[in-house]
Antibody
């Protein structure tokens, strides 16, 4: 069974940092592109970032470019999101999501999410 | 960025009756590889999103056949042939053709 389990969220002050993790199981992790998607409380979905299976290619939403860094460790089947210079509008539930096929923007498996709250 | 516009934003439906959600993109969603990466997701209350339909009309594994997708280019539709109580939630269309990937605002399906 394909599973994704996020962790690392929490309460952080504006300007602070966190590292989010997503532990994957049930599939060949290195074969799939992975994504982070966030959802502010009571709001819709916002794509944040994507990384290729090898880790060589990354993409970011403009709203996080230069502040967030996506990475993966295929030996540990784990996806990461380093979030720096956090702002109040980064407060959201952060989901990791697996691509259904390489290069396709179809997310066929989602974790339960990890909550990031930015507040003083 | 490609803007995805869903209508309606709220859809009250009687159990057993059909429901339809429209999604319009601001640009053609045909990818250079010939595929159209338009998908539909369902988010039940308190749950993460779940893939229902990918590439316009392909039902994902385990999705009941009462869900169907159609459309082309910039206009797409999700249909539920007979709404069941477990279908309550928010439905999103999403384009995965061009970065940044974008979602519709969401359509809330409620039972009358």
């Amino acid at each position: 069974e394909v599973q994704l389990l996020e962790s690392g969220g929490g309460l952080v002050q504006p300007g602070g940092s966190l590292r989010l993790s997503c532990a994957a199981s049930g599939f060949i992790f290195s074969s799939y592109d992975m994504n982070w998607v966030r959802q502010a409380p009571g709001r819709g979905l916002e794509w944040v970032s994507r990384i290729s299976g090898s880790g060589n290619t990354t993409y970011y939403a403009d709203s996080v470019k230069g502040r967030f860094t996506i990475a993966r460790d295929n030996s540990k089947n784990t996806l990461y999101l380093q979030v720096n210079s956090l702002r109040a509008d980064d407060t959201a539930l952060y989901y990791c999501a697996k691509d259904r096929t390489p290069g396709a923007g179809n997310f066929d498996c989602w974790g339960q999410g990890t909550l990031v709250t930015v507040s003083s | 960025d490609i803007v995805m516009t869903q209508t309606p934003l709220s859809s009250p439906v009687t159990l057993g009756q059909p429901a339809s959600i429209s999604c319009r993109s601001s640009q053609n969603l045909v990818h250079s590889d010939g595929n159209t990466y338009l998908s539909w997701l369902q988010q039940r209350p308190g749950q993460p999103p779940r893939l229902l339909i990918y590439k316009i009309s392909n039902r994902f594994s385990g999705v009941p056949d009462r869900f169907s997708g159609s459309g082309a280019g910039t206009d797409f539709t999700l249909k539920i042939s007979r709404v069941e109580a477990e279908d309550v939630g928010v439905y999103y269309c999403m384009q995965g053709t061009q970065f940044p990937y974008t979602f519709g605002q969401g359509t809330k399906l409620v039972i009358k």
